[in-house]
């Protein structure tokens, strides 16, 4: 395959892949809504915890003694920890090794915090209830933002290729021909 295709290629999977993943589980886990994901949680043998925690921490995410535990700040609002449930759980499957696909040990936070959003974001977003989807949006600004920062870096992988590609061409193009002696 073609160094650059497989390039872009790489570049969509690195974006996609957490969302994916999070579409994957959902329906694994057999979650239609999100009154449906504590129970699936339960089923799946993760441990969902309210506890008092700051202001700026809506969660975290934790295996103790080999169990999967969600740590949840009882002080916020329901809509807003539903996001946090599907964010956290997404550190468990990309990160902590809770699935088959996790990668051992925890890339960048920056790029963990993006890949859990984006699990989060997709895992809501595919959710078939209109108004889960609206109050959850509302709640979780965050939520349209790593949606429009996805399609974003998703054109860019596939334009930059392409904008090098035309202006290599032109540039050739430009550039006289070798004369050829006979």
């Not at 996790?102 to 890339?107: H, R």
Request: charged share 15%.
């Amino acid at each position: 395959m073609n160094s650059s295709l497989e390039a872009v290629l790489e570049g969509l999977e690195m974006i996609w892949a957490p969302g994916a993943e999070a579409v994957r589980v959902r329906q694994a886990l057999g979650v239609r809504s999100m009154a449906d994901m504590s129970a699936a949680l339960d089923r799946a043998g993760y441990e969902v915890c309210h506890v008092d925690l700051p202001d700026a921490v809506s969660g975290f995410a934790k295996v103790i003694e080999g169990q999967p535990v969600i740590v949840l700040n009882r002080a916020k609002s329901e809509p807003h920890l539903q996001f946090t449930v599907a964010h956290e759980l997404a550190h468990h499957i990309l990160h902590l090794g809770a699935s088959p696909g996790a990668q051992p040990g925890l890339p960048s936070v920056g790029i963990a915090e993006f890949q859990a959003h984006q699990f989060a974001a997709l895992w809501i977003l595919s959710l078939g209830d209109n108004q889960e989807r609206e109050v959850a949006l509302n709640q979780n600004p965050e939520l349209l933002f790593v949606a429009a920062a996805s399609l974003l870096m998703t054109a860019g992988v596939i334009l930059i290729p392409l904008l090098a590609h035309l202006w290599s061409s032109l540039v050739r193009a430009r550039l006289p021909r070798p004369v050829t002696g006979k």
